[in-house]
């Protein structure tokens, strides 16, 4: 079992920017991928960037440009930092791990991002 503890949402004005955290508990097996997806009101939850254990990202045509997802693997830890922060960045921001041979999908709890006009 990993948890996965998210820090770093909160409110922000239009063009601010916010770093997001994401700590994996100690895990057996090898933390393969780790990304954030995140959730509007009413809509799905999409995939906003992802960074594998040799730290190739990949990103959200919406956010190329304005995010940068980055990894510590010695702590565990997945980070996004978020610039230019429009309104439609409004969401529920989840850390995802993909654990192990299996490829386990844990989530965190989610945090809060709104972004003010």
């Known amino acids: 079992q990993v948890q996965l503890v998210e820090s770093g949402g909160g409110l922000v004005q239009a063009g601010g920017s916010l770093r997001l955290s994401c700590a994996a508990s100690?895990?057996?097996?090898?933390?393969?991928?780790m990304g954030w997806y995140r959730q509007a009101p009413g809509k799905q939850r999409d995939l906003v960037a992802r960074?594998?254990?040799?730290?190739?990202?990949n990103y959200a045509d919406s956010v190329k440009g304005r995010f940068t997802i980055s990894r510590d693997n010695a702590k565990n830890t997945v980070y996004l930092q978020m610039n230019s922060l429009k309104p439609e960045d409004t969401a529920v921001y989840y850390c995802?791990?993909?654990?192990?041979?299996?490829?386990?999908?844990?989530w965190g709890q989610g945090t809060q991002v709104t972004v003010s006009s």
């Open positions: 100690r895990s057996r097996f090898r933390i393969n991928a």
């Open positions: 960074i594998s254990s040799g730290g190739i990202a």
């Open positions: 995802n791990a993909v654990v192990g041979l299996m490829s386990a999908d844990y």
